[in-house]
């Protein structure tokens, strides 16, 4: 990710990257309506527009303006957009002050700027008004890859071939064909032979049409076929029909982030909790902190941990207006000094010596925040339904404690934190439940921020007069009664945060946390083992080579194993699966394959160890 060096000039913005203007100096709104937003039929309950060069986001401001003008019932807006010059928000905001566009756009473009990431590779998530936009930082040609979506329209707005030609080679239109759908359209100011030539290389049918004030453009539909890949026994089968009716086990972050996505696509989950109230597992503490670990970098855990941190901060930020305060970590040990100090050109943390200021990070109450996802999502919440089994046919039928059954689910999703594993039938998927407790201590300590080591401090919560240490980890005890042990042990973690005070216990609680053997959370489709073993036996010898797609799996889903940062993963692991039951942009390969159910599995067919 580059940062733009970007001018004002004859009253249009100027790159210096590439000698040439974004757009027409004279008249950019009628140019972009001319070239992109209006030119294609805006009549599907889901459409999603991608878009190669998202600049100051003109393109996505009047495609969103016009959506919001003429959309109808239940139609969704996604909007995917590229970018590996980086603009400064403040910038942004002076731009189109300057130009005179910004009383048109404020009202988007102002929440725009408030979640607007750092210069740093990624995709980042907005939430407009029955829309998506999704900003993807970095080189085209690598997040393409790493991508997997099937756009209706593709913007393709990368300055003119002349300055630019990198973006409108074979390599990029190769991976445009590999993100589009029979019939997805391209649009595009240029006329260029050597788009043209790319296109038609890569299955398009292109014609010119006439150009905004010059004599044409190519615009171009794509008649090619659907490309397999090497990772097919990554893929998720698409469901038939759009599920109308889901229900989802557990009543946690994982649920209640689920359960908010579902209803941004009309979609009223119902959730099944088997206690008799929210918060009595373990996203019901008091305070927690969301927080990041901090990794070597090019280490997957560190860089989903990472991703996961920021996103589900923008998240808080966009859908509940939490505002961080910023969390300190400190390295307590050597190791973890190491890996502060190869970190400290990350954007993210602010390090100086042993300690990182995590200024997106923050105290977050965790019962409040799931009480608020579900109000919000309107979900109905079944209390005191202890989950027993399910059958399948065409729809799920749920069996429940008492004898109550539950019929016609389109979709059954697996929330339930440490207790789904009671549920999992897997061979090589092995998980734990992992006991922690958390103290509550009389106020001891003034500190503004949240302070992580061995252990950690949570500011001082005035609503109760208390504050939150903690916590411990126990794979071996699964009592649920507070232990004295487990206090004096929290309170040994802390030990560098204290002076001279007399600590003073007044409570705690007890939690259960679900941990994959690799660290990572699962989210995604449950598969069919037998499958797997019979269709991907020889990945030891071929796993080089194209693998066949899952094509009719059971539409059963997990979002569990999410360990003790589930304020985060679960965020992000929502929207995964959101992408995968309604066909939408999904996050980048290497985090989607690590979340996997299978991978597993797949790793000991790799190995040919099956």
């Not at 008249?27 to 309950?45: M, P, Q, V």
Request: aromatic share 14%.
């Amino acid at each position: 990710m580059k940062k733009a060096k970007i001018i004002i000039k004859d009253n249009a913005p100027f790159s210096l990257d590439f000698d040439d203007y974004y757009f027409n100096s004279s008249d950019g709104l009628s140019e972009s309506r001319y070239i992109y937003t209006n030119a294609f039929e805006l009549n599907k309950e889901k459409t999603i527009v991608a878009e190669l060069g998202f600049g100051i986001g003109l393109n996505f401001f009047l495609t969103l303006k016009r959506f919001l003008r003429e959309k109808k019932d239940k139609q969704k807006l996604f909007y995917v957009s590229f970018e590996n010059f980086y603009i400064e928000k403040e910038k942004l905001r002076e731009i189109y002050q300057t130009l005179g566009f910004y009383e048109e756009f404020k009202d988007w473009l102002e929440p725009f700027l408030q979640a607007y990431p750092y210069c740093k590779d990624g995709v980042y998530r907005f939430y407009f008004q029955d829309s998506f936009l999704d900003l993807v930082f970095g080189e085209a040609k690598e997040k393409l890859q790493k991508l997997d979506f099937k756009a209706d329209v593709w913007y393709l707005d990368g300055f003119a071939p002349a300055k630019n030609q990198d973006m409108f080679n074979e390599d990029i239109v190769g991976l445009v064909a590999k993100n589009s759908k029979k019939d997805t359209k391209i649009l595009t100011f240029s006329a260029a032979s050597i788009l043209k030539k790319s296109l038609l290389a890569h299955g398009f049918e292109v014609q010119k049409v006439k150009g905004f004030k010059k004599r044409e453009m190519i615009q171009a539909i794509y008649k090619g076929l659907e490309l397999e890949d090497k990772f097919g026994y990554f893929k998720t089968p698409s469901l038939k029909n759009p599920p109308k009716k889901v229900a989802i086990i557990g009543a946690g972050i994982a649920s209640a982030s689920l359960a908010y996505e579902l209803s941004l696509r009309n979609i009223q989950a119902d959730v099944f909790e088997k206690k008799d109230s929210l918060g009595k597992g373990a996203s019901g503490n008091i305070n927690g902190i969301l927080s990041s670990l901090i990794l070597k970098p090019n280490v997957l855990l560190g860089e989903f941990s990472q991703y996961a941190y920021i996103e589900a901060s923008r998240f808080y930020r966009q859908v509940l207006n939490l505002q961080p305060q910023g969390v300190y970590e400190f390295a307590h040990n050597e190791l973890m000094q190491e890996r502060f100090d190869s970190q400290k050109d990350n954007v993210l943390f602010d390090i100086v010596k042993h300690q990182a200021f995590l200024r997106d990070g923050m105290c977050i109450k965790p019962q409040e925040i799931v009480k608020t996802l579900f109000k919000k999502s309107g979900a109905n919440v079944f209390f005191e339904y202890e989950f027993l089994n399910y059958t399948y046919d065409e729809k799920f039928t749920l069996y429940f404690d008492r004898e109550r059954v539950l019929k016609d689910y389109d979709v059954l999703i697996y929330a339930q934190g440490a207790s789904a594993r009671e549920f999992l039938n897997y061979k090589f998927m092995s998980l734990s439940s992992v006991r922690g407790q958390c103290t509550h201590l009389k106020p001891f300590l003034k500190n503004t921020h949240a302070l992580s080591s061995k252990g950690y401090v949570c500011p001082i919560n005035d609503e109760i007069n208390m504050q939150l240490i903690g916590a411990s980890y126990d794979r071996l005890n699964q009592d649920e009664q507070l232990l004295e042990e487990d206090d004096k042990s929290n309170i040994e973690n802390i030990k560098e945060f204290l002076h001279d005070e007399k600590l003073e216990v007044i409570g705690g609680k007890v939690g259960f946390r679900s941990y994959s053997s690799d660290r990572f959370a699962i989210a995604g489709q449950a598969y069919d083992e037998n499958f797997y073993l019979q269709n991907y036996k020889g990945l030891l010898w071929h796993k080089n080579k194209v693998q066949k797609r899952p094509n009719d799996f059971l539409p059963l889903y997990f979002s569990i194993a999410h360990g003790s940062r589930a304020f985060a993963s679960a965020i992000v692991c929502a929207r995964a699966i959101c992408s995968m039951i309604f066909d939408e942009v999904q996050m980048e390969n290497d985090f989607l394959y690590a979340l996997h159910p299978a991978r597993f599995l797949i790793r000991q067919l790799k190995k040919g160890k099956v």
